[in-house]
């Protein structure tokens, strides 16, 4: 009778999820500024974790590398990435800064051109929507956005050198958070699942990007474009981002060519030079590298790219794919929330399960 009281009371799963998604999206938004710095942190650690295991799976005279050694590889590689990225952010600010008022006038001068072909009446709108705009105040704001990027940099690779020290002592702990051995032995389960997408995802992504970035510095190179290795570090960090990634990797360099050079073979060179390279590499050798799909909308990628981005920025939609990853796998682990894990898959099944039904 008392079992049949509970059922009776017991809340809806309906009534709870709408209660509680608005207090998870409040946290998330109030939260960013000490959550955004741990998510990276637990990317790039799974990143890491990637490293290891291609580095392991490497033989030398019929023998791999032990373990421990594979990892403090793949950690030192990691945090040398991360101080050679603060310092182009460092560099970069400074660039910024001092070439800033030039740019506005340059700007300014490809406005009046083009109005010399648009016409009185559309140059006027043009001047009156561009005279609301503080194009000053970007740029500033873009030099101070750097320095916070730099401090980031610093926090996360802090961040990352502990949890590396402490990853034996976390895979052992994290199961032990459960109430029973089944439990613990589910949770396993689930951790691993995420890790192996999240790893598919990360590789491949950080293979094709640092390509793309590294052709993208050859040629802005070669072209005396301003601000190189930051653009080039940008076409890198937007390759994460999926739909728009591409556009603003093609777009902001050529832009900058576009106000530097006088010239317009300079802009046809970066645009489509590395247009067309990147293009290569998004639509040959990453499709060749990927195998395995990730099993995700794309639909709902673009709409957790719009989620991600609203809630935390440019850093969210860095975060988006990998975080619908997460949130697919740990969905699909609970009853009352396995509809949103197929709503996020592209077909409908989760890790074979229905075949298997």
Not at 104 to 109: A, I, Q, R, T, Y
Not at 181 to 202: C, F, N, P, T, W
Not at 303 to 313: A, D, E, N, P, Y
Request: hydrophobic share 55%; glycine share 10%.
């Amino acid at each position: 009778m008392a079992r049949d009281n509970a059922a009776a009371n017991a809340v809806p799963d309906w009534f709870l999820i709408l209660v509680s998604v608005p207090i998870i999206v409040g946290f998330l938004w109030f939260g960013r500024g000490f959550l955004t710095p741990l998510a990276i942190t637990g990317l790039v650690f799974i990143l890491s974790s990637a490293m290891v295991d291609r580095i392991c799976s490497v033989s030398i005279a019929g023998a791999s590398l032990p373990r421990w050694l594979a990892t403090l590889i793949a950690a030192s590689i990691v945090i040398l990435g991360l101080v050679f990225l603060g310092s182009i952010l460092s560099e970069a600010g400074d660039e910024i800064a001092a070439s800033g008022p030039e740019y506005v006038e340059k700007l300014d001068g490809l406005a009046t051109r083009v109005g010399g072909h648009l016409g009185d009446r559309i140059m006027g709108s043009i001047t009156d929507a561009a005279s609301d705009l503080d194009i000053g105040g970007w740029v500033a704001a873009a030099a101070g956005q750097l320095a916070g990027g730099l401090a980031t940099v610093a926090l996360i690779a802090l961040y990352l050198a502990f949890l590396i020290s402490e990853r034996a002592a976390w895979v052992e702990k994290l199961p032990r958070m459960a109430s029973s051995e089944a439990d613990a032995k589910h949770l396993r389960k689930i951790l691993q699942r995420v890790s192996d997408g999240v790893k598919q995802y990360m590789w491949v992504n950080v293979v094709t990007s640092a390509m793309s970035g590294m052709v993208a510095y050859v040629i802005f190179s070669q072209v005396g474009l301003d601000f190189a290795p930051l653009l080039a570090v940008i076409v890198f960090v937007v390759g994460f981002i999926p739909t728009i990634g591409a556009f603003i990797g093609v777009t902001l360099p050529s832009l900058v060519a576009l106000l530097q050079f006088d010239s317009l073979t300079p802009f046809l060179i970066v645009l489509l030079g590395y247009g067309l390279a990147d293009q290569l590499i998004g639509n040959v050798v990453q499709p060749a590298m990927q195998g395995k799909s990730l099993n995700l909308s794309t639909f709902m990628v673009t709409v957790s790219l719009t989620f991600w981005g609203m809630i935390w920025g440019g850093i969210g939609a860095f975060l988006a794919v990998p975080m619908m990853v997460v949130i697919t796998v740990i969905c699909a682990e609970i009853p009352a929330m396995r509809w949103f894990a197929i709503l996020l898959s592209s077909d409908g099944l989760l890790d074979g399960s229905e075949e298997e039904a």
